[in-house]
Nanobody, 124 residues
Framework: QVQLVESGGGSVQAGGSLRLSCAAS????????MGWFRQAPGKEREGVAT????????FYADSVKGRFTISQDNDKNTLFMQMNNLKPEDTAMYYC?????????????????WGQGTQVTVSS
């Protein structure tokens, strides 16, 4: 049973920082990639960042490049995302996700396992 549990969300002012964590069950070590997605009220879910477990390659949405950093711990059991210089438009529910098979051409597709989400609210 694949389980993903997010933490680290909260409320910050614009320009502030947060670090999200995703605790993954043992089984997710076999996942080829893991990622962060977000969904704001009234909007579709969008991919934010992806990391390939084998190569360590990362991919980011244009809107967060240079501000967010995705990483994994050495045991690949915890996923992180450092979010700096947060903006009000970053306000959303953030979800951790995992995929057995990934494509560098489509880095935000093929995710099948999802956490429950953690809320991030950025005020101006």
């Amino acid at each position: 049973q694949v389980q993903l549990v997010e933490s680290g969300g909260g409320s910050v002012q614009a320009g502030g920082s947060l670090r999200l964590s995703c605790a993954a069950s043992e089984y997710t070590r076999s996942m080829e990639c893991m990622g962060w997605f977000r969904q704001a009220p009234g909007k579709e879910r969008e991919g934010v960042a992806t990391i390939f477990s084998g190569s360590g390659s990362t991919f980011y949405a244009d809107s967060v490049k240079g501000r967010f950093t995705i990483s994994q711990d050495n045991d690949k059991n915890t996923l992180f995302m450092q979010m700096n210089n947060l903006k009000p438009e970053d306000t959303a529910m953030y979800y951790c996700a995992a995929a057995r098979y990934c494509s560098s051409r489509y880095p935000f597709q093929m995710f099948v396992y999802w956490g429950q989400g953690t809320q991030v609210t950025v005020s101006s």
